[in-house]
């Protein structure tokens, strides 16, 4: 992996923004990067700057102390803010992002942007509870971001939640885990170039959401995904390609529109629909993905098992919360008109997969026999119509049940599923080579698949010099995971000192630095009883809402690349309690 070198700690800046009507320039020099970020939190806490343009290429140290969340552009409850032609490169730490919207952006855009070398994500652009079907105009456009996430390995390309965000034209490579994460709902994910994503992670995809309220109205549509990698654990030794998609609607996910994708040499496989309902998966181009094309993949009512123990609780309340704050939802959306509250989720074979069409895909794997066009598990084939679509690998087609059975295309058809779908030739011009131009011939185009330019992805071509910066740079071939920065570190401390007595409360963890599992600090506290040292301890207990078996938990980011590190921490157990301590190397 290529890296740039860092810039320096003293630069000089131009910026140039429009206030209302009037323009003006403001020009500073020479200033510390705490300074200088400081002064952009006060420029576009206003919510009144509407474009701004500049060179950001700054260490995150000031006077040896490292920043936990530097950032290149701070957005704080802004709107209308347009983040445009800007390098934002060689910053931040563990939550330090290229742009970073930390609270209830709207109508915000960053575009041609080139961003790389970031701690965490490239954008990260939140927006707040909208009413109803309101969408939050937040935009990343003809972005070139690339090798985030050098200290967070959860730092991915373009970060999106709440409703109605808009990516699209983006080139997108090089990120521990995901390209593009949206929460949320009614967002477009489009035309957006994407490789060598999920280079440090697993169970991931290159685009990916999940949740039962998460991905209703959204159109994931003509882009262009190659090669998610995904990096895990097998046996005891960590290795590459492990458990990665191309696209991935986890957890519930639904009411989505994945449409005219390429996608092509992700590990796991193509498109994995995880539980998910009335999902329209339509005229998508799946080619050589590693165990299998596409995942359909549901859970089922089984009283001890995961959906019914652990998932079912939670989405009961996320729908009553969201729901009741836009009962329009209900309306609209088929997968948010029931709650998932006691048997109402479950079909009368005990499954949730419903209302799911996948039709017009073409699904092309010769030369790899052993990969299975689909993975199926508690899919219920009449309640999720598939077909037509076409199969070919130039042999004999195979379709997964579960983990290990297989099924050739006839029995596959004797389920119900994929009655009016072919394996047959689609006379792909040179897939095994990139080419993927249709013979006008091709039974797939009877079929009804329309052939589509997966080159209009990415940049776009209307500013040729931005189009050679973005596809001509050079790097590395792909051959282990990026290492991270070599910051100094030369003493790590946690301490609890200024904290009250009591429950740990939401919005507190970044103060710690703390990270507590999915945000959740219940099972947290501290107290002044009993300290080792100092003032205060920080307590751990089991409570309902952290129902995994590492759940409470704290981790502290550091970064060692050589040398001895020395840990210590006081820890006193009561009875029947057991701790587990981990230091990672991701």
């Given at each position: ?33 705490v ?52 390098r934002?490169?060689?910053?931040g ?19 041609d942007?080139?961003i ?47 409703q ?14 995901n ?17 060598h ?47 990665a ?11 989505a ?23 329209t ?22 009283p ?5 123990k ?24 088929p ?19 419903r ?23 508690d ?19 195979t ?16 389920t ?62 792909f ?25 740990l ?13 999915m945000?959740k ?52 157990p ?9 230091a990672?190397?991701?």
């Amino acid at each position: 992996m290529q890296a740039f070198p860092p810039a320096p700690r003293l630069h000089s800046h131009g910026f140039r923004f429009r206030l209302y009507s009037s323009e003006f320039v403001f020009l500073c020099y020479d200033f510390y990067y705490v300074v200088f970020v400081h002064l952009l939190d006060c420029l576009f806490n206003s919510g009144e700057i509407m474009a701004y343009r500049g060179i950001i290429g700054l260490s995150v140290f000031f006077k040896r102390k490292l920043l936990n969340a530097a950032v290149g552009v701070r957005l704080e409850k802004a709107s209308r803010v347009r983040v445009a032609g800007c390098r934002i490169h060689d910053l931040g730490y563990y939550e330090g992002s290229g742009v970073d919207g930390v609270a209830s952006c709207t109508d915000c855009s960053v575009e041609d942007c080139d961003i790389w070398n970031t701690g965490s994500h490239g954008v990260h652009l939140r927006a707040p509870a909208m009413p109803g079907l309101t969408r939050c105009g937040n935009r990343v456009a003809n972005c070139y971001i690339h090798h985030t996430g050098w200290v967070n390995k959860h730092g991915v390309g373009v970060m999106v939640s709440g409703q109605g965000a808009t990516v699209e034209h983006n080139l997108i490579h090089d990120t521990p885990r995901n390209a593009i994460f949206h929460g949320g709902r009614l967002h477009a994910i489009r035309f957006n170039r994407v490789r060598h994503t999920n280079l440090e992670m697993e169970d991931t995809g290159a685009i990916y959401t999940g949740g039962w309220t998460s991905g209703q109205g959204t159109r994931i549509t003509d882009n262009w995904i190659s090669d998610s990698i995904g990096f895990g654990k097998t046996k005891g030794r960590f290795h590459h390609y492990h458990t990665a998609h191309g696209i991935y609607m986890d957890e519930c996910s639904s009411d989505a529109l994945i449409a005219g994708n390429l996608v092509e040499r992700c590990h796991d496989g193509g498109i994995y629909l995880h539980n998910g309902r009335y999902n329209t998966v339509s005229n998508n181009l799946l080619v050589l993905n590693g165990a299998w094309q596409m995942d359909l993949t549901g859970w089922n009512d089984t009283p001890d098992g995961y959906f019914v123990k652990i998932r079912q609780p939670e989405c009961v309340k996320v729908w009553e919360k969201v729901t009741k704050r836009c009962p329009e939802l209900k309306e609209a959306f088929p997968s948010l008109s029931y709650s998932p509250a006691g048997r109402t989720p479950f079909l009368s074979d005990g499954r949730t997969m419903r209302g799911n069409r996948i039709v017009n895909n073409v699904c092309w794997s010769v030369g790899e026999p052993g990969v299975k066009f689909l993975k199926v598990k508690d899919f219920t084939p009449a309640a999720n119509p598939t077909g037509p679509n076409l199969y070919w690998n130039g042999t004999n087609a195979t379709f997964g049940i579960s983990w290990d059975k297989r099924l050739s295309f006839d029995e596959w058809k004797a389920t119900g599923a994929d009655v009016t779908s072919v394996s047959a030739d689609p006379l792909i011009a040179d897939p095994a080579h990139g080419d993927y131009r249709f013979d006008p011939k091709s039974p797939a185009i009877a079929m009804g698949f329309r052939p589509f330019d997966w080159t209009d992805s990415g940049v776009l071509a209307s500013d040729p010099a931005w189009v050679r910066k973005a596809t001509d740079e050079t790097w590395d071939a792909f051959e282990d995971a990026p290492k991270a920065p070599r910051y100094l570190i030369e003493r790590a401390e946690m301490d609890f000192e200024r904290f009250p007595v009591g429950p740990l409360r939401d919005g507190m963890g970044g103060m710690l630095p703390l990270n507590t599992m999915m945000g959740k600090p219940g099972g947290l506290s501290f107290t002044d009883k009993d300290v080792a040292q100092g003032r205060r301890a920080l307590v751990f207990t089991d409570t309902p809402e952290n129902a995994h078996s590492f759940c409470p938990h704290v981790s502290l980011p550091c970064c060692v690349t050589g040398g001895t590190a020395v840990i210590r921490f006081a820890f006193k157990p009561v009875k029947s309690t057991g701790m587990t301590f981990e230091a990672r190397d991701y």
